[in-house]
């Protein structure tokens, strides 16, 4: 018969926290203090290594810093439709974290925010 695995997790020395859950499991209660997105770059899935230890993402990176080849607008979002941040002229630097499907996303200004991929280089 094997061990349930409330059993395993109670033998387990090499584990610096509690080995047994209270009643109920574990919560997740508290408040989340969490940064401003509009400065600070995070989503679900990418965020700056500069907030390990502060965000949730399932990857982190350090931005690339990359110039504008072209004026362009820099957008709260991944859309022509999104609220316009900004207008970026040629030469504008974007700390830069991800670049797919037509979009950049990253630094300028001060903000976090969105270019189209061809007005990066």
Do not use: C
Not at 37 to 61: C, E, K, M
Request: no cysteine.
């Amino acid at each position: 018969m094997s061990p349930s695995a409330a059993e395993t997790a109670q033998r387990s020395a090499s584990s610096p926290t509690a080995t047994s859950a209270p009643p109920g499991g574990w919560p997740l209660a508290g408040p989340s203090n969490l940064p401003d997105p509009r400065t600070h770059a995070y989503r679900q899935d990418l965020a700056d290594v500069a907030l390990v230890g502060t965000v949730i993402a399932s990857h982190f990176a350090e931005p690339l810093t990359r110039k504008l080849s072209a004026s362009a607008p820099f957008l709260a979002g991944p859309s022509d439709d999104s609220e316009l941040l900004s207008q970026l002229p040629q030469g504008a630097e974007l700390q830069m974290l991800d670049n797919s499907r037509g979009w950049a996303w990253g630094y300028a200004e001060g903000l976090v925010g969105y270019v189209r991929s061809e007005a990066v280089r």
